[in-house]
């Protein structure tokens, strides 16, 4: 008999085991998320190798992937020498790298086979009923009893399931969750309640992911059907009861695992840690030394140039910090005098946006920000024409989509309609296969034809006092918040200037049929698209009264300074510029800018077309078919190859080809006396890129246990998730077509991200000191930090729970970072003649 004690530890355990798994978010919110994001406070190492014990799968590349970096000379010898003698490996790297191949086909399937037999049964039941309850509006026929939540409703329902051995007995269990647990564990010792609750949880991790989503952040499909780890822990264990499946499956497993640790030290690296350092030292080096080679060049220039006015850019555009911005971001820069900078996709408007036909609204801003304000689209009384064409188009199709699918789940409707509808049907299912590009073509014709709603709506950013949503949220903001999301973003870039046009740029992407539509968006903000956030910060720059305050703020905006707002679509690199109310005097500027951007797309599609194996030369023409092709697996690489995040000015990376790998933040330390800017990247935009660039990782690393695999066998589950075939668990990462080149050929190579900020080593020592969960990211190896000083000679300074500044004089610094830039630009110099002339500039 349990007690309000055992439901109390029941309670607290729970808690504590749910920290192994990771939250997976709706696959329409879709948020790239550290898979492993409950390890973070252990080393690296010791934190895969418990999530092998628990979920079976591997966090380390495999030996074919070292030897295929090593091969294609990614690694560089010395680097990999260096590692290898550290940490007491004296073997070559060919024996090595057979030692790894040789450990992974004698490798221990142990914990997958501890979950075939009566535990398989137990995941196919239970994910079954999660899919039912679960369910977002998908089912024609849904669950009954799900206003109950979830423990009652499997209760009430679960004992008609003829799968379930003695079913009926399912009514008898208790009333509270967390006492059904504690009756089942009855007898079993206390101590291993956490153990048996971690193996429990991790055994369908992408079904308990989404549980917790919904138990930690609620939305309203969790006030309506609300479901709890607690209960749903209870449903999982009732069954495990029932089935007689092993109720501690790992104990054994785990017990190895602490003789293991026991015999060796804990400071002992495993092999695989080291080659992957070694690989992603030799990536870095080659950031960092361009990093700072840029920053002493710049120095030298500022100084000889002191008293040169620089003129202003044809136009400054803001682009987010987005691996994929830093392609478009060149050739723009390429194709004209303008000025681009990163700064966070949501442009730092913590909002939750409701579209002018939008059936709900959505968080605008990523899961680690919440949302403070609410904003529609609404129209503006102008433009009545365009208006009202539009909601004469929209009712049109949204009654033809209602009559289609009442037809398509009607089987009596469903052959009247394909008699006489049939061919006309038919030949546009044939187009959309055979001539992709005239199908996007066409939809481009009637985008021309038919006006946006942003050509007639504006965003509501003025609170009158109203509230609104699920949250209560105050609609728009007020003059004074207004005025510190622009000062923010200003002051973070750090911008001194401004051009006669500002364009906030955000990104949304372009696919068809595709369930992972949303991880081509902001995979920092729940798959929501950038425009409106740029929409609305661009309206907050126009105001008046906001460029007034700005202007007492130090911030001198010109007078003929417009703010503007665009969409960058990922998919096909066109750029749509929302430009509706553009006064006459820079309707010249706007058009300029227009033409640019298309010869920008040209260029950014073109190397786009290339990366995934197509033919340059039709680059644009390519990426619209990708868009358009309900075939394609791999419409666009995404986030695919991101490896490191430049924190700094652009000028600093500007004339490097960073090949789509980088994030790029601007930031000027001159600018942030008091470090508020500095800190507020590390509190957000670094924790969101370590998200991102982990569930690359361990997508890509082991895409059974961590990611989704093809693309051609998904199932969509309830508007929720993907399985793999037609049951079992929800898949938790990204697809294969996301990570690989070809069957037998990454794409993505699994680096862990390699952060790189310009900025005084003791600035930056203040920052993590403020951050400790950055911090401790760093000290565990989920992340490298590595800093360019400016003050200090331009040198570069790794972070190992501190930074080995030393005894080093600037002026030494100096010399070694010109030595470094004057090898690089003289390529044909012999190597013995740079040895010695290196030598005598250390002397």
Known sequence: MSTEHDTDVVRDCVEQAAETVGTNWPLHSFVTANPLSGYEDRPFHEAVERAETLRGGRAYPDAETFRDAWQRGEIDPDVLRAELAEHGYDADPETLLARLADRETDGDDGVRAARDGATARV??????????????????????????????????????????????????????????????????????????????LNALPGWTGLVKYRAERGDEWQDAYPITLVGYLAARLLLVERFDAPLDPLADAEHDAAVADGAASMDDVPLEEVWLRAWESSYRSEVVDAVADASAARARSRTADADAADGRPD??????????????????????????????????????????????????????????????????????HDHEAYDRWTGRVTAGEKVLKAVKSNAATAFSFVESAGAAYGAALAARTLLPERVHDLRDAVEDRFPNAYEFCTPTVDHDGERAGVRDLPVGMSHEEKVEYAAAAFETMGWEEFARLVVFTGHASETTNNPFDASLDCGACAGQPGGPNARVLAAICNDDDVVAALRERGHDIPEDTVFLAAEHNTTTDEVTLYDGDIPE???????????DLEDARAGAAAER?????????????????????????????????????????????????????????????????????????????????QWINNQYYCSTVDNAAYGSGSKVTHNPVGNVGVYQGNGGDLMTG????????????????????????HAPVERVEDVLAANDHVATLCENGWLSLTVVDPTRGHDAYEYDGEFAVGDETAEHATLRVDERASERADEHEPAREREVRAVATDD
């Not at 801003?365 to 129209?379: F, K, T």
Request: proline share 6%; with cysteine.
């Open 123 to 200: 995941d196919r039941a239970l994910s079954s009923w999660l899919a039912a309850f679960l369910d977002e509006g998908e089912a024609s026929w849904p669950m009954p009893n799900r206003e109950a939540g979830f423990y009652d409703a499997f209760r009430a329902t679960a004992r008609h399931d003829d799968r379930i051995p003695d079913a009926a007995s399912l009514a008898d269990a208790p009333d509270d969750p967390a006492a059904a647990v504690a009756a089942v564990l009855n007898g079993h010792s206390r101590e291993r309640w956490t153990a048996v609750f971690e193996a429990q």
């Open 315 to 384: 136009a400054q555009l803001v682009f987010c910090i987005d691996t994929r911005s830093e392609v478009f971001r060149r050739h723009l820069e390429a194709a004209g005098d303008y000025e681009t900078h990163g700064y966070a996709g949501f442009f730092g408007v913590p909002m939750q946006y409701e579209g002018y036909d939008g059936d709900a609204s959505a968080d605008a801003c990523p899961p680690i920000v919440e949302a403070e304000h609410y904003v529609r689209d609404q129209p503006d009384g102008s433009h009545e």
């Open 585 to 595: 005097s820079h309707a010249a500027d706007v058009e300029r800018l227009r033409a």
């Open 609 to 689: 077309a290339e990366s995934m194996g197509a033919d340059p030369e039709r680059g644009v023409r390519e990426t619209e078919r990708r868009a358009a092709d309900w075939a394609e697996t791999r419409p666009e690489w995404g986030l695919a190859g991101n490896a490191s995040f430049v924190i700094g000015p652009r000028e600093l990376t500007d004339d490097v080809n960073l090949d789509g790998r980088a994030f790029l933040h601007s930031y000027d330390w001159q600018q942030d006396d008091e470090a508020d800017a500095l800190d507020a990247i590390f509190a957000g935009p670094v924790v969101v890129t």
């Open 734 to 757: 990204l697809p294969l077509q996301s990570l690989m080149a070809a069957d037998d050929a990454l794409h993505h190579r699994p680096l862990r991200l390699s952060v790189v900020v």
